[in-house]
C-alpha cells in the first residue's frame, strides 16, 4: 500500500460545479498535510495547509480526519483556472522528521 | 525576490557521464530537499537536509549524492547517471518541514539520459 494515496482522476466538470478530492495516508505518525497545485509540469505550488480543525480559504475547503487518516479538498464554484493537477502532501515525525510524501496527484479539467 | 533557482533547467546527456543540477535559495531557509517527478508516480523525495552538512536519505536515494556546504545551496550530484534517472527534478526549500510552512520549488529540472 502506497503511503499517500489519490484517485488519480481525471475529474472533468464544468464551470460552477463542486468537486471534492480526496487523500488517504498509511502513517500514523504523519505530523502535516497540505494540498499543493501543480500546473503543466511545472513546480508545484501551495495551496492550502490541513488543519485539524479545518480550514477554508475562499472556494477551497480543506479537512483532516485523523482516526479515518484521510485528507480532503473541496471545490465550489469550479473556474477554467482551477484546471491543474492537486497533490496531497504529508510530512512525517519521530525517526522519519524531514521526510516528505506526495500522493500522485489528482488531475482537475474544469470545462465551460 | 524570494526564490528557489536550479540549473541546469535542461539537459540531455548520456549514460555514466557525471553531472550536478545546482540548487540555490535566497529565503534563509535551513530545510532543503530534492525530489524527481515521473509519470503515474507523483513526486518522490531523493534526499534532504536539514541544515548545513546535515543530510539524509529520502524514499529513492539510490544513485545520488547531495552536499550542504553552504545554507544556500544544495547540489545533486549523479556521479554515473543511468537512463532510469530520466526524470523532472524539484528542489525544494522550507524553514521548517515539521510546521506548517510552505515549501518553495524550484522550477524544475528536465534530465534525459541516453
Known amino acids: 500500500r502506497k503511503e499517500v494515496e489519490q484517485d488519480p482522476g481525471p475529474f472533468n466538470v464544468p464551470e460552477g460545479a463542486t468537486v471534492a478530492f480526496n487523500c488517504t495516508y498509511s502513517?500514523?505518525?504523519?505530523?502535516?498535510f497540505f494540498w499543493y497545485r501543480q500546473d503543466c509540469r511545472k513546480e508545484p505550488k501551495l495551496l492550502m495547509s490541513v488543519y485539524s480543525s479545518g480550514n477554508e480559504d475562499g472556494r477551497f475547503t480543506a479537512q483532516l480526519n485523523r482516526a479515518s487518516q484521510y485528507i480532503s479538498l473541496l471545490i465550489r464554484d469550479s473556474k477554467l483556472s482551477d484546471s491543474a493537477t492537486y497533490l496531497c502532501v504529508v510530512t512525517r515525525g519521530g525517526t522519519s522528521y524531514g521526510k516528505l510524501t506526495f500522493g500522485q496527484g489528482t488531475i482537475l479539467t474544469v470545462h465551460p | 525576490e524570494a526564490q528557489v533557482t536550479q540549473n541546469p533547467r535542461y539537459l540531455i546527456t548520456v549514460t555514466g557521464k557525471k553531472l550536478t543540477v545546482t540548487c540555490s535559495q535566497n529565503m534563509n531557509h535551513e530545510y532543503m530537499s530534492w525530489y524527481r517527478q515521473d509519470p503515474g508516480l507523483g513526486l518522490r523525495q531523493i534526499y534532504y537536509?536539514?541544515?548545513?552538512?546535515?543530510?539524509d536519505k529520502g524514499d529513492v536515494p539510490e544513485g545520488y549524492k547531495v552536499s550542504r556546504k553552504e545554507k544556500r545551496n544544495f547540489p545533486l550530484i549523479l556521479e554515473s547517471p543511468s537512463p532510469n534517472q530520466t526524470s523532472l527534478y524539484f528542489c525544494a526549500s522550507t524553514a521548517r518541514p515539521d510546521l506548517y510552512n510552505e515549501q518553495f520549488f524550484g522550477p524544475g529540472t528536465r534530465l534525459t539520459v541516453l
Open positions: 537536509s536539514m541544515n548545513v552538512e546535515v543530510t
Open positions: 502513517n500514523s505518525a504523519s505530523q502535516s
